[in-house]
């Protein structure tokens, strides 16, 4: 299981603003509307009635979409709509990312232990309201209907903090070319309270400790990232991007995993914790 990024995330946290149903996100609600509202930037992206759940998925899937249909409908810019998203994104996700991270490791932890304890279709069967596992069919209900087969490409599954009541299929992601199901790893009051504190600058410390160009590459790996993504991210050589995550690596601060043609650097516990500023007790992983 992984994140599928600060992008997916941000598409979810904008329909959660404007849906005032779950208490979990009041104070983030507050917190990143005031912000908004002192910088003189629109609460809401999408004209009526489009909701960013079915209109803007085409930021993270490749596969066939209705969203860029409906945009031109209302006589909406893409790229516009996509720069919109990418100023919500630094406002109402970036700052309290590191903690979302953690707050997924944890999550991931857990569905890591059901499938010992009750297999795969443990999980499966689990995802979420709409949708139903019956071996070994996996139905996701949604508005444009239709059989999607794998052909041995497999299925991620990735937790998303800002999915409140359903499951969302990416039929091909656009950076891992691979289908995915992101499902509702909604955070409880008490963990709320520590998710939605005041956002610190917790890696600047890191950047006196390992430098600032380390301390860049292990933040921006809390969302997890190829070598090649690295280093386009912070505008480095490949080469240069390498040789920070072996370092880091061997430090203990991240893993590197292999998912088909793609490798992966994911940060562990240890260096989740030192990006979030905390022991690890807080967010349980310890």
């Not at 949708?131 to 991620?156: F, K, M």
């Not at 991007?241 to 516990?269: D, E, F, M």
Request: hydrophobic share 40%; with cysteine; aromatic share 4%.
């Amino acid at each position: 299981m992984n994140s599928l990024g600060v992008l997916a995330e941000t598409i979810f946290a904008l329909d959660s603003l404007d849906d005032s149903g779950s208490g979990v996100f009041r104070r983030w609600r507050q917190r990143v509307r005031h912000e908004l509202e002192r910088q003189g930037s629109p609460t809401r992206i999408l004209p009526p009635p489009l909701r960013p759940l079915s209109s803007l998925l085409w930021l993270i899937d490749r596969g066939p979409q209705r969203g860029l249909d409906e945009l031109a409908e209302m006589g909406c810019n893409p790229q516009r709509i996509s720069a919109a998203v990418q100023d919500f994104s630094r406002v109402a996700i970036k700052p309290y990312w590191e903690r979302m991270s953690a707050y997924r490791e944890i999550e991931r932890e857990a569905r890591g232990r059901m499938v010992l304890t009750g297999g795969t279709e443990s999980i499966l069967a689990n995802l979420g309201a709409r949708t139903t596992w019956q071996a070994p069919v996996l139905e996701i209900s949604r508005a444009d209907s239709r059989d999607v087969h794998l052909d041995g490409r497999g299925l991620l599954l990735a937790p998303a903090v800002f999915l409140s009541d359903r499951a969302v299929f990416i039929e091909s992601h656009r950076v891992l070319g691979r289908p995915a199901v992101l499902f509702p790893a909604l955070p409880d009051q008490a963990m709320a309270s520590a998710l939605w504190k005041e956002p610190v600058n917790s890696t600047a410390g890191l950047a006196a400790l390992m430098g600032h160009t380390r301390a860049a590459v292990l933040r921006e790996l809390a969302n997890s990232a190829s070598t090649g993504e690295l280093a386009e991210r912070l505008g480095i050589s490949p080469a240069g991007a390498s040789q920070h995550a072996t370092v880091l690596r061997k430090a203990g601060l991240i893993t590197t995993q292999r998912q088909r043609n793609t490798v992966l650097h994911v940060p562990t516990r240890l260096g989740m914790a030192l990006l979030t500023g905390q022991n690890g007790q807080s967010f349980g992983l310890e």
